[in-house]
Structures are given as structure tokens and as C-alpha cells.
């Protein structure tokens, strides 16, 4: 017999809680992503034909527009890296936010942790951003010059964005639980960071501003996949605030949510 009380399981006997549940979690993305492409011709693809567009227009744009001096490398390659880094964390966020409050009526019916509603999104993507960045080492010849071993960045990239939008998205998510304007504020955030964030510019443009953008988690894997696909210098500072931020919000957001869950309900 399954007895819950207001008071949180320690750290260990959650963690367990949530390792037995991974099936359900699988279950849950492979739900999501299926009903999500569910009669579409092209499936997966459109995952990333949207980002690729998206990039195609900006680096045409702009390259004729502003003509950003980003050194040796390709613009192309350089705004197209930072539009599926983007795409993953913005898309992801977006969807997690709600998903405690979305899922009420499944979690209400079968106790597992809720952060796994929280993570199916995060699974769920993780496919899309598998693609582009496979597309991306692909493409990089081809619109620019091949970056070496630096084109193998992209892997402790993806790993950091994922942690990044983990940890991101357990902490709104839990907020939005109590705050129902939540969602709202990240949109309107992440519309904001978006351009606070060197996807389509080089950072080094605002000058002595620059030092600013480092303060943003996302700048330091941007600038991470930038490397790996125009072969610039690697991040320093930035990409130290990036993992420091990605650590504390996967540990805030955890922390939330093992002290939490069992109070969720009463405001679902």
C-alpha cells in the first residue's frame, strides 16, 4: 500500500523514485513524439526544416544587412549552430513549463514523481536535436571550411545544452504550479534572450558590453557550438558561467521538486 504524507522523501529515496519510473518516462516521450508527428509525410524532418529555414532567412538577411565580421568562418554555419542550439532550449522550455499542470489528470491516477511529466518534453527533443546537429557537422563543409577536431565540440555541447534546459525546466515548471503567469513570463523571457543571446551576432560586437552577455547561461554553449562549427576560439568565461548556472539549476530545480511533489496536488 502506497502512503504519502506532506513531508519529503531524502535525496536518495527520491532519486530511486525517479530512476524506477525512467520506463514511464520513456513511455510518455515516445507517446509525445509519435502523436506529435502522427500523420505528418515528413515526420522527424520538420524538426529541423523550421530551424534550417529560420537560419537560411537570418544569414541571408543579415549577411547583406549588418555583414557581421566573424572572422575566418562561414556566417552561415555560424547562424545556423545557433539557431539549433536555440531551437532545443526554447522549444523545450516552452512545453515544460506547463507540464506538471498540463499532466494533473494522469499524475492524479498514477503516482510516479512529477518531474517526469517535466522531462518527457526534454526527452522528447532530444531527437530533433540529435538530427540538426548531426545535419550541422554535415553541412559545415559545405557552407564553410571543415573545423577539425573542433567539429566533436558539438557532443559535450549537446550535453550541457540538454543539462541547461533540465534543469531550466524543472525550476519554471515548478513555479508555474504556483504562479499560473509563469508561462508567460518565459515566453516573453526567452523572446528577449533570444537576442540577448550572440545567435546571429558575434559577441565581441557590443565591445566593451560584451562582458555582459556572459552573465547569460545559454552564451557559453552557444559560443561552444559557434566553435565547433566556424572553428573560433572557445569560450572562456561564458562558458564557465554556463556550466556553473547549469549545476545549480539542476540542483534547484531537483530540490524543488523533492520537496514539493506531494504538495503539488493541492494546487493542481
Known amino acids: 500500500m502506497l502512503s504519502l504524507g506532506p513531508e519529503p522523501d531524502p535525496w ?4 530511486a523514485d525517479v530512476r524506477a519510473h525512467l520506463p514511464v518516462l520513456d513511455m510518455l516521450a515516445r507517446k509525445d ?63 515544460a513549463t506547463t507540464a506538471v499542470v498540463d499532466g494533473a489528470s494522469l499524475a492524479d491516477k498514477v503516482w510516479f514523481p512529477r518531474a517526469v511529466l517535466v522531462l518527457v518534453p526534454v526527452l522528447a527533443n532530444l531527437v530533433g536535436l540529435v538530427v540538426s546537429f548531426v545535419l550541422l557537422a554535415a553541412l559545415v563543409p559545405v557552407v564553410g ?6 567539429i566533436l565540440l558539438l557532443v559535450p555541447a549537446a550535453a550541457l545544452l540538454v543539462g541547461l534546459t533540465t534543469g531550466l525546466s524543472l525550476v519554471v515548471s515548478a513555479l508555474h504550479v ?13 523572446l528577449v534572450a533570444l537576442y540577448l543571446t ?10 566593451r558590453w560584451s562582458g555582459w ?14 566553435t565547433a562549427a566556424t572553428g573560433s576560439a572557445l569560450p572562456g568565461r561564458a562558458l564557465v ?11 534547484a530545480g531537483a530540490e ?11 494546487l493542481l
Do not use: C
Open 33 to 95: 513524439f509519435q502523436t506529435r508527428y502522427k500523420r505528418a509525410s515528413f515526420g522527424v524532418l520538420w524538426v529541423v526544416a523550421m530551424p534550417v529555414l529560420q537560419a537560411v532567412v537570418l544569414a541571408v538577411v543579415f549577411s547583406r544587412v549588418a555583414r557581421f565580421d566573424i572572422g575566418d568562418g562561414s556566417y552561415t554555419a555560424f547562424v545556423m549552430s545557433g539557431i539549433f542550439a536555440w531551437a532545443y532550449l526554447a522549444g523545450t522550455v516552452q512545453v
Open 213 to 226: 552577455l556572459d552573465l547569460n547561461p545559454a552564451t557559453g554553449i552557444v559560443e561552444l557550438v559557434h
Open 241 to 251: 558561467v554556463s556550466v556553473i548556472a547549469t549545476i545549480a539549476l539542476l540542483l
Open 178 to 190: 504556483y504562479f499560473r503567469d509563469m508561462k508567460f513570463i518565459v515566453q516573453a523571457v526567452l
Open 256 to 266: 524543488a521538486h523533492r520537496r514539493r511533489d506531494r504538495l503539488f496536488v493541492d
Open 12 to 15: 536518495r529515496a527520491w532519486l
Open 145 to 150: 571550411d571543415w573545423t577539425g577536431w573542433r
Open 198 to 207: 550572440p545567435i546571429i551576432y558575434p559577441a565581441d560586437l557590443l565591445g
